[in-house]
């Protein structure tokens, strides 16, 4: 007889200024993803009388590695990260295609280029006794909002959240940042008369005024909030002219002008 895995617990845990470290477990053991500082992860390990099995990493900014060496020292995990990264310790490389197994589930790894050259994204295989689907994309995809273009191109970028935005409707996104207001409120700037855009901004305010973390969200809000996720739709073309950024011709001209609307936007 096989063994049910116990269901997966997902916690964001907030972390330096802005930052949320992912917690995953399943009342036994835990894995963490990017976990830009201990103190937080060590917190709620001994809260919840967890043992940490290991640690995914996105990419090698340090707000999102900084904790490592020393949950590695103090547990013994295993850490796993991107293989087309500058990581300053030996990690268990993976990229596109690979496939791991973790607290009873089948993960995939997503390469997943624009914000660094060599991110990648983590994403479930539902089974039928757990049928919900976790995103982990770090700092590719946010809610209402996407990564900052430092390493990779507005191509790049464009196809990997294509890619993203392709995975099924119910998918969970667990991103690494609480930005949504402010992406929300460049989205209102972009699409002033979208009544989901304008909800959405009011449930986070509300959420964000009661203590409350914004995320995950689903890529069914995403598609339909998320300006990046847009990019080809009319209404944000026309935004982009009214903003002056002409002649754009293709689809990630049109991504990149509304990245560099978005990366001055205040």
Known sequence: MVARAAALQVEPLAALSDNYIWLLHDGHLAWVVDPGEAEPVQRALRERGLALQGILLTHHHGDHIGGVAALRQAS???VIGPARE???????????GAVLEL??????????????????AYVNEPTAADPQRWLFCGDTLFAAGCGRLFEGTPAQMLASLDRLAAL???????????????????AQAVLPHDTQVAAALAAAQARRAAGQPTVPTTLAEERAINPFLRTREPAVRAA????GF?????DSDHFAALRRWKDGFR
């Open 240 to 243: 982009l002219r009214q903003q």
């Open 76 to 78: 013994g995990c295993r």
């Open 103 to 120: 607290l009873g589930r089948r993960w995939q790894v997503l390469a997943v280029p624009g914000h660094t050259r060599g991110h990648v």
């Open 168 to 186: 099924p409707a119910s998918t969970r996104v667990c991103c690494a940042h609480e930005y949504t207001l402010g992406n929300l409120r460049f």
């Open 246 to 250: 002409e002649p754009l011709t293709t």
């Open 86 to 96: 500058p990581l300053p310790w030996p990690v268990q490389p993976v990229d596109e």
